[in-house]
């Protein structure tokens, strides 16, 4: 069992490597054929959720050129992990997969496809370098590299860090609520049972 999990885990590695980067300084997960490029440098164009970033995409607000950045889509932040698929769908719908690129702290399923990179770790919620984005900031996604940078300088980031104040939870009662507040990050594969000592 043990070998067919280490088998498993490294078929998934190869088709899903790993990435990171100063956008990403825990974990995040590119989705990239190749048929799009390996590289690509774009502004970035923020949205705090899926829904205001298919509404922009849909109304032509994203443009070539663009990094659309869809955050507070993580595992405390939606809570949960929302897919992309509707936002990809209409990037690639509008002509665009190979002028646009798309990050998130929030996932995307088999069927999302263009320049995308999720499972972004740190996630927004928690005060990750994807909540620190700004409209039109410098972002550079190298896939041979597996690299996100956010092409600021330091103390400028440091200085978004220290002005960032955590957002208010979606739920404060019930079991989203309760799934929120014991959710691990995605780089821990999203669990609520890490602590669970019986």
Excluded at 115 to 125: L, M, R, S
Excluded at 174 to 189: F, I, P, Q
Aim: no cysteine; proline share 5%.
């Amino acid at each position: 069992m043990r070998l067919l999990d280490e088998l498993s885990l490294k078929s998934l590695t190869q088709v899903h490597p790993r990435w990171r980067g100063n956008v990403a300084l825990r974990d995040a997960v590119g989705k990239i054929s190749g048929k799009e490029g390996l590289r690509f440098e774009g502004k970035a164009i923020v949205f705090e959720g899926e829904e205001k970033a298919l509404q922009a995409i849909l109304k032509g607000t994203v443009k070539k050129g663009h990094v659309v950045v869809v955050r507070s889509e993580g595992p405390k932040g939606g809570p949960g992990m929302r897919e992309m698929l509707s936002p990809t769908s209409a990037i690639m719908g509008r002509g665009l997969g190979k002028d646009v690129a798309l990050i998130t702290d929030g996932r995307f399923s088999g069927g999302s496809h263009g320049f995308v990179v999720g499972h972004v770790t740190p996630e927004a919620y928690v005060g990750g370098p994807i909540a620190l984005v700004k409209n039109g900031d410098p972002i550079i996604i190298d896939a041979d590299k597996r690299e996100m940078t956010l092409d600021i300088s330091a103390t400028e980031l440091k200085k978004r860090k220290k002005a960032w104040n955590k957002p208010a939870p979606r739920y404060t009662r019930g079991v989203l609520a309760k799934y929120a507040a014991h959710v691990t990050s995605a780089s821990l594969g999203a669990v609520t049972d890490a602590d669970l000592k019986l």
